[in-house]
Every structure is written in structure tokens, then in C-alpha cells.
């Protein structure tokens, strides 16, 4: 047990939390993972569907914020040297950002419904990076049965715990103890935010928007989002944000259209 007296009490107890005291990667969800494994495997829609059309459509607009913002609270790393000395600009919170021609960065918006057939997961992965005790990106979108890589960029003990409540999706918690080291999971069906934190510094929050097609999108410093490659039809376009939730409205798109579609999020 020497060896443990080489972490502070804060990271200990974090590690007694995770069940995790070696160096090596501990998944205190791995059973779960495992029976969760040959869902994980499976396209989005059955077998039986027909592949999903690419057509040339697009939806392009923007989210817009109206009234005071929340002030940004600066983030303290203190906890953590190896964090904080990674930084030498003030680091913000980013549940909410507010850009400055007043729309809203960070918002996922994607095709709810409308959509027709199955689109097969892209096997590129998507990257979920932990750099400076940051997660980049902050919100991101992900297909179901997509590799999803989560990164250790830190020469720090990071915890990842995934709080997915879907009826497949299993929740996992995951230690990252070294730098460079990569873990990689696949989500089994659409939910629309999980949320990831890290038990060891409580100011790391991500999102992930996990969708059964590539028509999504998340806001930009702008709030301009574009959603290509649409087939001509009527559909449902939700945009959700972590604080503000869920707005929705009807777009319908004939061949090759490009619609616009704008939605308003207000302070509370
Ligand atoms: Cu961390």
C-alpha cells in the first residue's frame, strides 16, 4: 500500500469511490458493459430496414439568446497543479455561451423525426479529448455504434462517468490514470444529452448527442449551425442545450432546398 501515499486524500477517495487502486484502466461498470456489448454492435434500425437516402437538402440557421446572461464563472484548478499550470488565461464555465452577436454556442441540434431507413455508423471515432482538464470538445455528436475515444491528454488521473439513462445505453465509469491512454465505447441507442463528468475535477462537464443518422450539428462562437445531405421531407429539428433543454419546430425541405430555421433560447 506505499505506493498510495503518493496521491493526496481528494484523489484516494476518488479512487476507493471508482473501485480503482492499480494503474491499470478500471471499468467499475464492466459487466454491465459487457452484457451491453452485443446491442452496442447492432445498426440503430433493424436489419430489415431499407439504407437511408443521401439527398441534397440542407437546414442552416441559428440559435438565438435573448435576455441577461449568466455571468461566466471563472473555473479554479487549484485542486490540481497539473491542471492549472496548463493555463495561463482564465478558464471559463461553459454552460452557457452566450457569443457575442447575442446567440447561444454549444446547443445540439439535430433531425428528431422525419427521418426514413437506416444509416450505418461512420467507423472513424469520434475524440473526446481531456486536455488541460478540459474536455474538447465541450459538445459533440455521435451515431449509434460510432467508436467513441475518450483521450487522456493529461499527465493526471482522470475519471470518466458517462451518466447515460437509456434503456441500453449503460452508464459507465471509467479511470484514466496516465497520459495518452485511450478508452473506447459505443453507445447502443439514440439519447439526446448524456452528460460526462469527471469525479476528480468537478468543473469537467461534455455532452453528447447520440442519433441514429449524420444529420446533426452543434452551434458555433456564431450560433450557426448546417444540417447537409438531408432527402426531401417534412421534419422535426430539435435543438437542445444542457441548461435551457429542448425547443423543436417543422421544417420541410423539398429536392436540393436549403431551409432556414432559427430558434430563441431566454435566460431564466
Ligand atoms: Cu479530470
Known amino acids: 500500500m506505499k505506493h498510495l501515499r503518493l496521491f493526496s486524500p481528494a484523489l484516494l477517495a476518488v479512487l476507493v469511490a471508482i473501485g480503482c487502486t492499480s494503474s491499470k484502466p478500471q471499468d467499475a461498470s464492466a459487466e454491465a458493459d459487457k452484457q451491453a456489448a452485443p446491442a452496442?454492435?447492432?445498426?440503430?434500425?433493424?436489419?430489415t430496414s431499407a439504407p437511408g437516402a443521401q439527398g441534397s437538402g440542407s437546414v442552416t440557421g441559428a440559435v438565438k439568446f435573448e435576455g441577461t446572461a449568466p455571468a461566466a464563472t471563472k473555473v479554479k484548478m487549484n485542486a490540481d497543479p497539473i491542471c492549472q499550470q496548463q493555463h495561463t488565461e482564465p478558464v471559463m464555465s461553459e454552460e452557457v455561451v452566450v457569443n457575442s452577436n447575442n446567440t447561444l454556442k454549444n446547443v445540439f441540434v439535430y433531425v428528431k423525426e422525419g427521418v426514413s431507413g437506416s444509416y450505418s455508423?461512420?467507423?472513424?471515432?469520434?475524440?473526446?479529448?481531456?486536455?488541460g482538464c478540459w474536455y474538447l470538445p465541450h459538445v459533440f455528436g455521435i451515431q449509434v455504434g460510432q467508436p467513441l475515444q475518450i483521450v487522456n491528454d493529461d499527465a493526471t488521473l482522470h475519471n470518466v462517468n458517462s451518466k447515460s439513462k437509456g434503456k441500453t445505453n449503460k452508464p459507465f465509469n471509467i479511470a484514466q490514470p496516465t497520459k495518452d491512454m485511450k478508452t473506447e465505447k459505443k453507445f447502443s441507442e439514440v439519447e439526446v444529452l448524456v452528460p460526462f463528468k469527471c469525479n476528480v475535477h468537478p468543473w469537467m462537464h461534455a455532452f453528447a448527442g447520440v442519433v441514429n443518422n449524420p444529420f446533426y450539428a452543434v452551434t458555433d462562437d456564431s450560433g450557426n449551425f448546417t444540417i447537409k445531405g438531408l432527402p426531401?421531407?417534412?421534419?422535426?429539428?430539435?435543438?437542445?442545450?444542457?441548461?435551457?433543454?429542448?425547443?423543436?419546430?417543422?421544417?420541410?425541405?423539398?429536392?436540393?432546398?436549403?431551409?432556414?430555421?432559427e430558434f430563441t433560447f431566454k435566460a431564466e
Open 40 to 47: 452496442a454492435e447492432q445498426p440503430a434500425a433493424s436489419a
Open 232 to 261: 426531401a421531407g417534412t421534419y422535426t429539428i430539435e435543438a437542445v442545450h444542457e441548461k435551457y433543454g429542448p425547443q423543436t419546430q417543422q421544417v420541410t425541405i423539398g429536392d436540393g432546398e436549403s431551409k432556414a430555421a
Open 121 to 131: 455508423a461512420p467507423t472513424e471515432p469520434v475524440v473526446l479529448a481531456q486536455k
